[in-house]
């Protein structure tokens, strides 16, 4: 990762995190002016973080991390505002590299968001998801590495032991571990005990966690999407689950349209007979780059010579550690030792009435 432009990137902004099928949207209570109060305190503080970050290394052991991603695949060449300018910005690198390719150059392109209060959790987040790195579960589609480094906003240091918990859909629209009409699958009880493309890691002492999942495909109303929540002070029982802590942020994380294009021109993605909704058009990508500043988007490479090889994706992202979301957390099912069990109560199943507040989990 790269920070030498942080302070012309301390604006980013991921402000929240919007439904997972169309008509599930749960509303933010947070205001328009908290919004902007927020930024400015989250502009100041990474304004102050691009010399510390500097000074003790961070940023250069973070391009190194992520060189030494591409020469593990022997990687020979890398493919890789306002709501137009962000969504017309490539995050694909022209660059063609080679073994002496310099790390400042490979990654000197690198998005940072600032994860602001507060999002919606959407009707299909699991609780209960176990801790682990490879969450592809043997599902069809393109490999994608998905690494992440998150910064305290307020102390310009990386969030050691923050657990970075993210889902997706798989490459037809579906998503695991829900019994519900609005999943791509309709009402499959089986799909309850299924976790493929969910999980949860633990950050480094560099503030780094990494998924080896699939890329996403796309459902009706949405742009493609990864679900981002952020968990703070939890611990880990003997199952390899989370207890306690807070959730410090609630949102979601996208990818440039001409590769979304591409992948969806592969197999089995190249099945899914629904309209694709494009960023451009997607409320919430509109709602997270009204800052014209805000790229809440991954960064890219590919892992070999075409689509299929899988890609790299890596994104920086700033949390304030001290908010807490809980309230805003409802869930559709719980992951359980006997399986998954739905939530009844949670608005996961069906879709809330108009203005309606989330459940509290």
Same mark, same amino acid.
């Given at each position: 990762?790269?920070?030498?432009?942080?302070?012309?990137?301390?604006?980013?902004?991921?402000?929240?995190?919007?439904?997972?099928?169309?008509?599930?949207?749960?509303?933010?209570?947070? *205001?328009?002016?908290?919004?902007?109060? !927020? =930024?400015?305190?989250?502009?100041?503080?990474?304004?102050?973080?691009?010399?510390?970050?500097?000074?003790?290394?961070? %940023?250069?052991?973070?391009?190194? $991390? $992520?060189?030494?991603?591409?020469?593990?695949?022997?990687?020979?060449?890398?493919?890789?505002?306002?709501?137009?300018?962000? @969504?017309?910005? +490539?995050?694909?690198?022209?660059?063609?590299?080679?073994?002496? *390719?310099?790390?400042?150059?490979? !990654? #000197?392109?690198?998005?940072?968001?600032?994860?602001?209060?507060?999002?919606?959790?959407?009707?299909?987040?699991?609780?209960?998801?176990?801790?682990?790195?490879?969450?592809?579960?043997?599902?069809?589609?393109?490999?994608?590495?998905?690494?992440?480094?998150?910064?305290?906003? %307020?102390?310009?240091?990386?969030?050691?032991?923050?657990?970075?918990?993210?889902?997706?859909?798989?490459?037809?629209?579906?998503?695991?571990?829900?019994?519900?009409?609005?999943?791509?699958?309709?009402?499959?009880? #089986?799909?309850?005990?299924?976790? !493929?493309?969910?999980?949860?890691?633990?950050?480094?002492?560099?503030?780094?966690?990494?998924?080896?999942?699939?890329?996403?495909?796309?459902?009706?109303? $949405?742009?493609?999407?990864?679900?981002?929540?952020?968990?703070?002070?939890?611990?880990?029982?003997?199952?390899?689950?989370? *207890?306690?802590?807070?959730?410090?942020?609630?949102?979601?994380?996208?990818?440039?349209?001409?590769?979304? +294009? @591409?992948?969806?021109?592969?197999?089995?993605? %190249?099945?899914?007979? @629904?309209?694709?909704? =494009?960023?451009?058009?997607?409320?919430?990508?509109?709602?997270?780059?009204?800052?014209?500043?805000?790229?809440? !988007?991954?960064?890219?490479?590919?892992?070999?010579?075409?689509?299929?090889?899988?890609?790299?994706?890596?994104?920086?992202?700033?949390? %304030?550690?001290?908010?807490?979301?809980?309230?805003? @957390?409802?869930?559709?099912?719980?992951? *359980?030792?006997?399986?998954?069990?739905?939530?009844?109560?949670?608005?996961?199943?069906?879709?809330?009435?108009?203005? +309606?507040?989330?459940? +509290?989990?």
């Amino acid at each position: 990762m790269h920070f030498a432009n942080i302070g012309k990137l301390a604006g980013l902004v991921l402000a929240g995190l919007s439904i997972a099928h169309p008509g599930a949207h749960e509303p933010s209570s947070y *205001t328009d002016v908290s919004k902007r109060n !927020f =930024l400015h305190h989250a502009r100041r503080s990474l304004d102050k973080c691009s010399d510390q970050l500097e000074r003790r290394g961070i %940023n250069a052991r973070a391009e190194a $991390r $992520r060189a030494a991603i591409l020469d593990m695949y022997r990687k020979r060449s890398l493919n890789a505002r306002d709501t137009d300018k962000v @969504v017309n910005t +490539s995050h694909h690198s022209s660059l063609h590299v080679t073994a002496n *390719t310099p790390e400042s150059e490979l !990654f #000197a392109k690198n998005p940072v968001c600032i994860l602001a209060p507060e999002g919606e959790i959407g009707p299909f987040w699991v609780k209960g998801e176990l801790i682990r790195s490879d969450i592809g579960d043997g599902e069809a589609g393109i490999p994608i590495i998905l690494d992440g480094q998150f910064i305290d906003i %307020n102390t310009c240091e990386p969030i050691q032991d923050l657990y970075w918990d993210v889902w997706n859909c798989n490459s037809t629209g579906v998503y695991s571990g829900v019994d519900s009409s609005m999943n791509g699958n309709g009402n499959d009880a #089986a799909n309850l005990n299924r976790t !493929f493309l969910r999980g949860i890691q633990k950050t480094d002492e560099e503030g780094v966690a990494q998924f080896n999942t699939v890329f996403p495909g796309h459902y009706d109303g $949405r742009a493609t999407h990864v679900h981002v929540v952020a968990h703070v002070g939890a611990s880990v029982l003997p199952n390899n689950t989370l *207890t306690g802590g807070h959730v410090a942020h609630i949102g979601q994380l996208f990818f440039d349209q001409d590769l979304i +294009s @591409v992948v969806e021109d592969t197999y089995p993605y %190249n099945t899914n007979t @629904v309209d694709i909704t =494009l960023n451009a058009d997607d409320h919430v990508v509109q709602v997270e780059t009204e800052d014209s500043n805000s790229d809440p !988007f991954f960064q890219y490479a590919y892992l070999g010579d075409s689509i299929e090889d899988g890609l790299l994706g890596w994104i920086t992202l700033g949390v %304030n550690v001290t908010a807490n979301h809980d309230s805003a @957390v409802s869930y559709a099912a719980s992951l *359980t030792s006997s399986g998954g069990v739905s939530n009844d109560a949670s608005s996961g199943g069906q879709e809330p009435p108009s203005g +309606s507040a989330p459940p +509290s989990a």
